[in-house]
């Protein structure tokens, strides 16, 4: 059985849904950054990490989402499998990992991007990782224009690649997601999805 750590407010709740979605039996497991549970399967201690049962591990959500939706072609996930629709599913995952998930970076951790450990510094920087974040949702936000999902080919794990970032957007961005409205749209139509519901509950131990 395939298993998935995953950490609660991470982006591994990305290919938490995609699991759900496939249908297939899988194992969720809970776990810490840098715990010895996590440690133990992956040395940089980080999620998601995805084990099958002979035992091999696959790190880096984009990976491990363009690895199921090849696995379970069934569950049509990948968004196509014309050589342009794979391009436009790897463009958009490298979009997701190198500009929008690295925007948040400052604001989760600002003490990483100066030497001056001041909270006037930290705030600074955390102010620059908010624009970096809009920057970053307003293309989003122009691609999603008239669609109702990213890719063409349909609902994918691209969607769910994008969740767990808009729900960061949400909490963090001050005026949350109203300069936004195709991309509140994205969640909401996300958020109703009952695969999602019950991922969310899983992870909030309800």
Known sequence: MTTLYYAVGACSLAPHIVLEWIGAPYESVKVNYGSKELLAVNPAGAVPTLREDDGWLLTQAGAILDYLAHKHPEAGLSGGDSLREKAEAHRWSAFFTSDLHAAFWPIFMPYRYTTDESDEAKKAVAEAGQKLV?????????????????????????????????????????????????????????????????????????
């Open 134 to 206: 809009q920057k970053q949702l307003k293309v989003l936000n122009t691609h999603l224009e008239g669609r109702e999902w990213i890719l063409d080919g349909g609902r994918s794990v691209i969607d769910a690649y994008a969740f767990p970032m808009i729900r960061w957007a949400i909490k963090l961005l001050p005026g949350g997601l109203a300069d936004y409205p195709n991309v509140q749209a994205l969640h909401d139509r996300l958020a109703a999805d009952q695969s999602v519901q019950t991922v969310l509950a899983r992870e909030s131990g309800k």
